[in-house]
């Protein structure tokens, strides 16, 4: 079964650092495009970021210099370190997979990041 | 920034056809998609590259695509089509960055 599966997710204070991960499985990691969308409750989709199979990176100016994202093949795992984070983050966070222009056709169930004093 | 527009909300009765447009000006030169999500649960995409359609997804459920505006439209709409709805793309200028609309209640009466 095509599955992703994010964990990482947790409370933390203003200015603080969490990283999330998303495992993968089922499918051939390696071969995706792997992307971080975020939803704060009640409100609509929002791209974080995004890595190519070959490790370009990509990231919205809301999140760049903050966020970084990154993946590790051998582990099927992708991942993405937060840091200076601000009450604006918090949101649930999910990671997608992609190919080429056939879209984020496999999603994880999210992880909930909390920034809060 | 880039930016895709979309009405925030659609009702229809059941056995209507609902339409949600989605409009941007890059949209003549990328590919865009659909998206539905349920309360509590994760997006579901619906629609690829304009008007493909994934496997498992329902024929009731079709894009098309003009000028600067892409429409989802889904015909024969059943209670079970009620959720949210977003449509995503990418900006044209050369910078790589993914925009998703704002997204679209469709409610059944």
């Known amino acids: 079964e095509v599955q992703l599966v994010e964990s990482g997710g947790g409370l933390v204070q203003p200015g603080g650092s969490l990283r999330l991960s998303c495992a993968a499985s089922g499918f051939t990691f390696s071969s995706y495009d792997m992307h971080w969308v975020r939803q704060a409750t009640g409100k609509g989709l929002e791209w974080v970021s995004a890595i190519g199979t070959a490790g370009d990176t990509y990231y919205p100016g809301s999140v760049k210099g903050r966020f970084t994202i990154s993946r590790e093949n051998a582990k099927n795992s992708l991942y993405l370190q937060m840091n200076s984070l601000r009450a604006g983050d918090t949101a649930v966070y999910y990671c997608?997979?992609?190919?080429?222009?056939?879209?984020?056709?496999?999603w994880g169930q999210g992880t909930t990041v909390t920034v809060s004093s | 920034s880039y930016e895709l527009t979309q009405p925030p909300s659609v009702s229809v009765s059941p056995g209507q056809t609902a339409r949600i447009t989605c409009s941007g000006d890059a949209l003549p030169k990328q590919y865009a998609y659909w998206y539905q999500q349920k309360p509590g649960q994760a997006p579901v995409l619906v629609i690829y590259?304009?008007?493909e359609r994934p496997s498992g997804i329902p024929e009731r459920f079709s894009g098309s695509s003009s000028g600067t505006t892409v429409t989802l439209t889904i015909s024969g709409v059943q209670a079970e089509d009620e959720a949210d709805y977003y449509c995503?793309?990418?900006?044209?200028?050369?910078?790589?960055?993914?925009?998703f609309g704002g997204g679209t209640k469709l409610t059944v009466l």
């Open positions: 590259k304009d008007s």
């Open positions: 997608a997979r992609a190919r080429n222009s056939d879209g984020m056709d496999v």
């Open positions: 995503q793309s990418a900006d044209s200028s050369g910078t790589y960055e993914v925009v």
